[in-house]
């Protein structure tokens, strides 16, 4: 994929589940970790939230405030 072509996804997150969100940006299911980080040196990142709430989870992998866009994909 282009790097022009990252958006965020728009995500239900769910009060007490836990989710996955992919930092490798190898997954073919974007924004969360499928395992396709094997062999790389690269873990998920676990994020549960407190309450149900939408979010836009950051795609292009530089956001600072992962899992969340920061906007940083605009400059990339
Ligand atoms: S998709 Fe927006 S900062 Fe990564």
């Not at 980080?37 to 690269?42: A, L, R, S, T, W």
């Not at 836009?56 to 992962?66: E, I, M, N, R, V």
């Amino acid at each position: 994929m282009d790097k022009r072509e990252f958006k965020p996804i728009s995500v239900d997150l769910k009060k007490g589940k836990t989710y996955h969100w992919c930092q490798c940006g190898q997954s073919k299911s974007q924004p969360f970790c499928d395992g396709s980080h094997e062999g790389y040196f690269c873990e998920p990142l676990q994020v549960t939230v407190s309450e149900d709430q939408t979010k836009k989870l950051c795609t292009c992998k530089k956001t600072k405030t992962p899992p969340y866009c920061d906007g940083t994909h605009r400059n990339l």
